[in-house]
């Protein structure tokens, strides 16, 4: 008698078996690689972000410090040090932008206490990344009788750590200097309307 035939069926299943696996076992390590890698990016970049705030809170400017000199050109064209306003107080105030509303009260609050000011023993610098013909359209606008410092290559800002790395702009921050060149106050949570108050209360006299 013929044998019987050996059932196909049983070997097929077998031969699709060997071959699908290693396809299966490759398709699960592409997909687990997938999966692995942005999470191990995600890690460095938020240990990245970490160090550089930890690095830039390591060498942030302190009261009592010595404050960077700088030279730089004004509203007028002029080109000024820091260091030519030692002997008096300087109210050193960054904002963000000319003849935007924040940044307008500001100036406008600091313009109408300037005598006050000056009588105080101090001068107003302000400092933004616009240019002098800019500080000049917005010093006319306003009439403000103080210097605007150009800081268009941001050294200045950075320098004294006060750049908005997102908007690309200083923060809104104010240094009071001393007549000896030192960082007497730093008002960094500045509402434009009620800064030049806290400016004139600052340089008042102790009892």
């Not at 290559?153 to 007549?179: C, P, Q, W």
């Amino acid at each position: 008698m013929p044998q019987a035939p050996i059932p196909c069926s049983l070997n097929l299943d077998r031969h699709v078996e060997n071959i699908a696996w290693p396809i299966q076992k490759a398709r699960e390590h592409e997909k687990a690689s997938k999966t692995v890698t942005p999470l191990r990016e995600s890690n460095d970049h938020k240990s990245r972000r970490a160090l550089h705030t930890t690095m830039q809170a390591a060498t942030s400017l302190q009261a009592g410090m010595i404050a960077p000199d700088f030279k730089a050109p004004v509203t007028t064209g002029k080109t000024v040090h820091l260091s030519d306003y030692r002997g008096k107080k300087v109210v050193l105030y960054f904002y963000p932008k000319d003849d935007t509303p924040g940044c307008t009260v500001e100036s406008c609050g600091l313009r109408d206490q300037y005598q006050k000011i000056r009588e105080l023993g101090a001068e107003v610098l302000g400092v933004s990344v616009d240019d002098t013909n800019s500080h000049q359209k917005f010093t006319a606008k306003f009439n403000l009788p103080f210097q605007l410092v150009a800081d268009t290559d941001k050294h200045i800002t950075k320098t004294y750590g006060v750049l908005n790395e997102k908007s690309n702009m200083a923060r809104r921050t104010t240094f009071l200097i001393d007549e000896q060149g030192k960082i007497q106050k730093i008002f960094e949570t500045v509402k434009p309307d009620q800064h030049p108050q806290e400016i004139l209360d600052a340089l008042k006299p102790t009892a």
